[in-house]
């Protein structure tokens, strides 16, 4: 409610003026050139997922707050760019339904939205769960890259894909969702992610 009230806030430490505070933009910790999993052909993240970028991520996620997918796509884009990412298109793996009816958007998708109008790229959504599965936040290592097995399906697409996702621990579920958009005919799939856990 005080983000609709008055001034922005900072995401991460909440001193008035800015989504991110100059302070806390500085301390984006930038994420390493990371090795892509198959069947991804690349694999980018935009910051390690530690204070400032884990509070954007929340602030998005948990606060509903669209304002905080700014800073992270900025980090997702310059990573993008540094290693070379490039596709004709991007897409995003989707989130729950039932959250994001409860946020009002898929979170992802905003994040994607907002990296393909910075690449210069159109943003389709390809990608839908077949099937309710359990939220990854719960879930042990083995779990988490069992979890997402089979639980997407992709529309039909013959095209270099740009695959968006928030936050990638073990890498399941974007390599889920990137077997299913090769199975569907994209020629390649390349990941983008904001942090990396």
């Known amino acids: 409610m005080l983000d609709l009230a008055g001034p922005p806030r900072c995401t991460s430490c909440f001193v008035v003026g800015h989504v991110l505070c100059p302070s806390c933009r500085h301390a984006l910790p930038a994420c390493p050139p990371l090795e892509a999993p198959p069947p991804l052909a690349r694999l980018s993240a935009g910051c390690l997922y530690e204070a400032v ?3 954007l991520v929340l602030g998005l996620k ?6 905080a997918a700014l800073p992270v796509v900025e980090a997702m884009c310059r990573s993008a760019w540094r290693d070379g ?6 897409t995003w ?11 009002g958007f898929d979170h992802a998708q905003v994040l994607a939205w907002l990296v393909a109008a910075r690449l210069g790229l159109p943003a389709r959504g390809l990608l839908a769960l077949t099937a309710p599965k359990a939220d990854q936040t719960s ?28 936050v990638m621990t073990t890498g399941a579920t974007i390599c889920a969702c990137a077997g ?18």
Not at 85 to 90: I, K, M, W
Not at 93 to 103: E, F, S
């Open 62 to 67: 948990l606060r509903g707050l669209r304002t």
């Open 85 to 90: 990412v490039a596709g004709d298109l991007v």
């Open 180 to 197: 299913a958009l090769v199975r569907a005919g994209a020629e390649a799939v390349e990941g983008l992610v904001g942090c990396r856990a």
């Open 93 to 103: 793996v989707p989130g729950d339904p039932r959250a994001a009816r409860r946020r």
């Open 53 to 55: 970028p884990r509070a």
């Open 139 to 166: 879930l042990s290592g083995a779990q988490r890259r069992e979890n997402p097995k089979d639980a997407y399906v992709a529309r039909p697409v013959h095209a270099r894909v740009v695959l968006v996702d928030d």
